[in-house]
């Protein structure tokens, strides 16, 4: 079965660039799904940052939009999110998950990483 | 951007009885497309219930979800002591993906 694994640094310094990879295992990227990133503040609800399909196309949450990049890397199956310009704020638990399709829930998590934004 | 609030903030019952929770949507959700998640702590959300009412792979059928438009249900017939957890809403059929702010579900 698909498993996703989250990984980079855990912490970050203000102003800097957060940078994370997913790993997908268990099946190809390049199937007919969404992959996003939501992310959790500590003791908060969650925050969906934005999603990409294998061809490219993404689509961002427009609160964070100016500062997110997400990638796809099929050669690898993964795929990256960049946040940049980061603050206390963007401390939180940082989720990758999968949509089986367009009009999805998210049936697939990863277990999730803890990214600080300290100096 | 659809908002989702969901009621009550905190739900403090007793093993065996039932919870119902909340979530309204500040507009019509588009063909129903509202998944309910159950979070642990320190663990990743889980999906119970997509499409309002449908429930996701493995999820007893204690869970039940319902509703349409607005409003929307996530029932547990009879908690189990692996049920106290935390439950978000979330939609799905436009973007922004949004979920709602949860509602705790604590042992009394």
């Known amino acids: 079965q698909v498993q996703l694994q989250e990984s980079g640094p855990g912490l970050v310094k203000p102003s800097g660039t957060l940078s994370l990879t997913c790993a997908v295992s268990?099946?190809?990227?390049?199937?007919?799904?969404?992959w996003s990133w939501v992310r959790q503040p500590p003791g908060k609800g969650l925050e969906w940052i934005g999603e990409i399909y294998h061809s490219g196309n993404t689509n961002y949450n427009p609160s964070l939009k100016s500062r997110v990049t997400i990638s796809v890397d099929k050669s690898n199956n993964q795929f990256s999110l960049k946040l940049n310009s980061v603050t206390a704020a963007d401390t939180a638990v940082y989720y990758c998950?999968?949509?089986?399709?367009?009009?999805?829930?998210?049936?697939?998590w990863g277990q999730g990483t803890m990214v600080t934004v300290s100096s | 951007e659809i908002v989702l609030t969901q009621s009550p903030g905190t739900l403090s019952l007793s093993p065996g009885e039932r919870a119902t929770l909340s979530c309204r949507a500040s507009?019509?959700?588009?063909?129903?497309?509202l998944a309910w998640y159950q979070q642990k702590p320190g663990q990743a959300p889980r999906l119970v219930i997509y499409?309002?009412?449908s429930r996701a792979t493995g999820i007893p059928d204690r869970f039940s979800g319902s509703g349409s438009g607005t409003d929307f249900t996530l029932t547990i017939s009879r908690l189990e002591p692996e049920d106290f957890a935390v439950y978000y809403c979330q939609q799905y059929g436009s973007s922004p993906r949004t979920f709602g702010q949860g509602t705790k579900v604590e042992i009394k």
């Open positions: 998950a999968r949509c089986s399709g367009w009009y999805s829930a998210f049936d697939i």
């Open positions: 268990g099946g190809s990227i390049s199937s007919s799904n969404w």
């Open positions: 507009q019509s959700v588009t063909s129903n497309y």
């Open positions: 499409g309002a009412s």
